[in-house]
T-cell receptor
Framework: RKEVEQDPGPFNVPEGATVAFNCTYS??????FFWYRQDCRKEPKLLMS???SGNEDGRFTAQLNRASQYISLLIRDSKLSDSATYLC?????????????FGTGTRLTVIP | NAGVTQTPKFQVLKTGQSMTLQCAQD?????MSWYRQDPGMGLRLIHY???????DQGEVPNGYNVSRSTTEDFPLRLLSAAPSQTSVYFC??????????????FGEGSRLTVL
């Protein structure tokens, strides 16, 4: 079973729409959680952390449900510039150190 | 700021050849890592290092060697390239002791094709 599972999409939404991505993780020992963004043929970059209480960063809202091992990302008022692949990421200790484990990503295309 | 620099950006190898992907960071980060990214598989951790002289295996270490003789450099060696090693390779570093902030600084990637 994969460490992190995501619906690969693609999600094609019109500008201004609200879109939600979900992710599940398999290891209950995972300690912290994040969303990364990856533009086409570019390197991944940290978008935001995910806290149990839920957190917002502008149009982006992230939530964590530890009991269900479930993470979500909500994007409101989608912009063309939001088109990218969104990677769900968990931090877990493996042998000697904490490492980040990435989902396969969910591809979003925002249409004019 | 250079950040994390990977070379080469593109490489084509024949099966059985060896090569080294270079990674250097100028941020004095203790933690460095190598990932490979394949369609449908996502980013998978190959090897990582928590400081000079210390390396350890990730999820998919077979066929790869690493060393960390300095804080700045973390080269990835392919010992005998196989078509299954065709991938995009990313080097990443972090100043965060336990990655609690989640922030990894990635290089731009190295696209490797093995024929």
């Amino acid at each position: 079973r994969k460490e992190v599972e995501q619906d690969p999409g693609p999600f094609n939404v019109p500008e201004g729409a609200t879109v939600a991505f979900n992710c599940t993780y398999s290891n209950s020992a995972s300690q912290s959680f994040f969303w990364y963004r990856q533009d086409c043929r570019k390197e991944p970059k940290l978008l935001m952390s995910v806290y149990s209480s839920g957190n917002e960063d502008g149009r982006f809202t992230a939530q964590l449900n530890r009991a269900s091992q479930y993470i979500s990302l909500l994007i409101r008022d989608s912009k063309l510039s939001d088109s990218a692949t969104y990677l769900c990421v968990v931090n877990r200790r493996q042998t000697g150190a904490n490492n980040l484990f990435f989902g396969t990503g969910t591809r979003l295309t925002v249409i004019p | 700021n250079a950040g994390v620099t990977q070379t080469p950006k593109f490489q084509v190898l024949k099966t059985g050849q060896s090569m080294t992907l270079q990674c250097a960071q100028d941020m004095n980060h203790e933690y460095m890592s190598w990932y490979r990214q394949d369609p449908g598989m996502g980013l998978r951790l190959i090897h990582y290092s928590v400081g000079a002289g210390i390396t350890d295996q990730g999820e998919v270490p077979n066929g790869y060697n690493v060393s960390r003789s300095t804080t700045e450099d973390f080269p990835l060696r392919l010992l005998s390239a196989a078509p299954s090693q065709t991938s995009v390779y990313f080097c990443a570093s972090s100043s965060d002791r336990d990655r609690d902030s989640g922030e990894l600084f990635f290089g731009e990637g190295s696209r490797l094709t093995v024929l």
